[in-house]
């Protein structure tokens, strides 16, 4: 029998999750469903209940159910408890793993697919949310210099330094107080690439050869990474590589092999103009 995955989120319709997973299953020869569902925003536990009663084995997440996603998991991995939400859901047993890949995703994308090393480079994120939160440890272990967290509310980022204080050390605060530093990686994790506000970042905060990273996809040239041309950073990148990344990472926890992700990512590259 095939067996059947999906993606929950409401709304749905945007989600590029079904056609990359089944690229990846047609790839690697995988026998599997994988849908489409909008989540009634008061039924999420039920929603799902009712998928695994008819056979379903996991569930990628998203907004707005990544925190209620971790409150049914029975079995939340390192990922997801550090992070406090789950993208990726596993269903054995009657239990319910889950794990967050978004960050990993991300840290894979900019080492494999965009060539930079994090060792030792100065890293700034601006946002202070859920993006932020699952951002933080997997950056954290490729041991870069520093990593700051700007955001419009400091108190926000001051509360991911307490959260995150046994597990990284984070230098935390406002926009304004980025004064003077400069970083080899920028990336945005707010939400101002979907809304398209300007964020209050300086132009002096990218070192020369720096990379900007906006963290949304499709969405070409965001306020964010205008600016960062405007400062003169040549390498921009959007989160289509993080996306296609974190799939493979919940593809290969579901089925055991790991897709090529190369092929994908071209597929789904929207040009940054
Ligand atoms: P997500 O889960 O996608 O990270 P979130 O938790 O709602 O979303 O967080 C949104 C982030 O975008 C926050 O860091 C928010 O800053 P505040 O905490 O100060 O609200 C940031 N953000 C949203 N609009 C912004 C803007 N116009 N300028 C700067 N930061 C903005």
């Known amino acids: 029998m095939t067996d059947r995955y999906a993606v929950i989120g409401n ?7 079904p056609l990359i997973h089944a690229a990846f299953a047609l790839a690697t020869g995988q026998d599997i469903e994988y849908t489409a569902i909008e989540g009634p925003l008061d039924g999420f536990k039920a929603t799902v209940e009712a998928f695994i ?3 379903g084995r996991g569930m990628n997440v998203t907004i707005p159910f990544k925190l209620q996603a971790f409150e049914i998991a029975t079995d939340p991995m390192e990922s997801a408890r550090l992070a406090g939400a789950v993208n990726a859901l596993k269903f054995e047993g009657g239990r319910i793993f889950a794990q967050n890949f978004d960050g990993l995703g991300l840290v894979n994308d900019i080492q494999r697919n ?3 090393s994090l060792a030792g480079k100065r890293v ?7 993006a932020t939160r699952g ?3 997997p950056i954290a272990a490729q041991k870069p210099a520093l990593i700051a967290i700007a955001n419009r509310s400091a108190d926000k980022a001051h509360g991911l330094k307490r959260d995150f204080a046994a597990h990284a050390t984070l230098q935390t605060g406002g926009y304004e107080e980025l004064a003077g530093e400069r970083f ?3 990336l945005n994790a707010t939400s101002t690439g979907l809304t398209q506000a300007d964020l209050p970042l300086a132009a002096s905060a990218f070192a020369p050869g720096a990379l900007a990273y906006e963290l949304v996809y499709g969405k070409g040239l965001t306020p964010f990474l205008k600016q960062a041309q405007a400062a003169g950073v040549q390498h921009i990148a959007d989160g289509v590589g993080m996306l296609v990344e974190q799939a493979a990472e919940a593809f290969e926890w579901w089925r055991g092999v790991r897709p090529d992700t190369q092929p994908v990512i071209a597929r ?4 940054l103009v």
């Not at 700034?124 to 859920?130: H, K, P, S, T």
């Open 11 to 17: 709304p749905i319709g945007h989600s590029k999750s």
């Open 53 to 55: 009663a008819a056979g």
């Open 184 to 186: 080899d990686v920028v």
């Open 124 to 130: 700034l994120i601006c946002g202070a949310g859920g």
């Open 114 to 116: 965009l060539g930079v």
């Open 135 to 137: 951002a933080i440890l």
């Open 268 to 271: 789904f590259t929207v040009p």
